[in-house]
């Protein structure tokens, strides 16, 4: 950019400081603003799944989706490459009764994909102490993962060293820079800079995690469950509250959750996990609100429901593009803000 600009950042999640590198990049001068300690948002809460593939399938809310989520998959290799991380590439495998995989094999054709029944023995080596129940098993290579918290630390890493400035509080507004990128999740703290903000509603998600069973293979999605590789650990998620906000714990949502990965891994039950809770934001019709804002200055990156790491590098080069007056990715006009009506529009 020819004049280096001073931009607010506000929210240090996924999708805030994919945004806050592109910028630093671009030549921007950058401060990020986030009240909350480093690993304490819901991007640091989730399981890091980058799976266009079995969201689209298991999720209707995505399935039209596809297109602009494999898009958005196919950037993060360079993003792996920029920050020094390493995408899980081996895909994820769908285990359950007869019906499940038969929908999930059904879905995953109906929109194009070409996955690949499993038996017994390869799923042995895929899934170790997968339960002898699940005699086979339904593959797509499609979904790839990263380990969300050693991302989180990685982003800021890079931002640091790209010359982002980091403060550990709220953002009230522009805070001196020329532009304001509210990537704030479900707060609404900003609403008055940014009534878009008033398009979103919260969803609260559970995920658990044990060291007590550590677990080193691919991805499995089950009913009610998907289970993932950890470090010497084992995640299990995820939970789906719409409407709610708090992150206290319920055994009542718990509870259903370790039983439906004791379903997948026998070996896992009675042992110790740890519940941590988080809150995404949504829109109507699912995907993010990433561009321009109706008041001057301000941009928008929010409302990624369950999909803030997988859509992060696309929703980073919008937006760059806004402020750089380059080139928009392909799929901006669909993540356009404007397409929801805020207060105090004409209708």
Known sequence: MAKRVKITVAGAGALGLTSALALAD??????????????????????????????????????????LMLAARDLWPALEARIGIVVDRAGAVAVGEPDF????????????????????????????????????????????????????????????????????????????????????????????????LSALSPIKGHILRSRAYAYDGIVVRGEGAYVTAAPGAMTIGATMQPGRDDREIEPAEVSPLLVAGARLFPQIAGAEFSAAAGVRAATADGLPMVGRGRHHGVLLAVGARRNGWLLAPLAARIIAACVTEGEAAPYAQRLDPSRFSVPGEAK
Do not use: K, Y
């Not at 399981?47 to 689209?56: D, N, T, V």
């Open 26 to 67: 671009a030549g921007a001068e950058v401060t990020v603003f986030d009240p909350a300690g480093p690993l304490d948002n819901a991007s640091g809460v989730a399981a890091g799944m980058l799976a266009p593939a079995f969201e689209c399938v298991l999720d209707p809310t995505a399935a039209p989706q596809l297109d």
């Open 101 to 196: 995989l038969a929908r999930a094999d059904a879905g995953l054709r109906s929109l194009g994909l070409h996955p690949t029944e499993l038996p017994r023995q390869a799923l042995e080596g895929l899934a170790p102490g997968l339960a002898p129940a699940w005699g086979r098993g339904v593959l797509v290579r499609e979904d790839w993962r990263i380990e969300a918290g050693a991302a989180l630390v990685a982003l800021r890493a890079a931002c640091a060293a790209a010359g982002v400035v980091f403060r550990q509080e709220a953002a009230r507004g522009f805070e001196g820079g020329t532009w304001l990128v509210v990537a704030t999740g479900a707060a609404r703290d900003l609403a008055v800079v940014a009534p878009e």
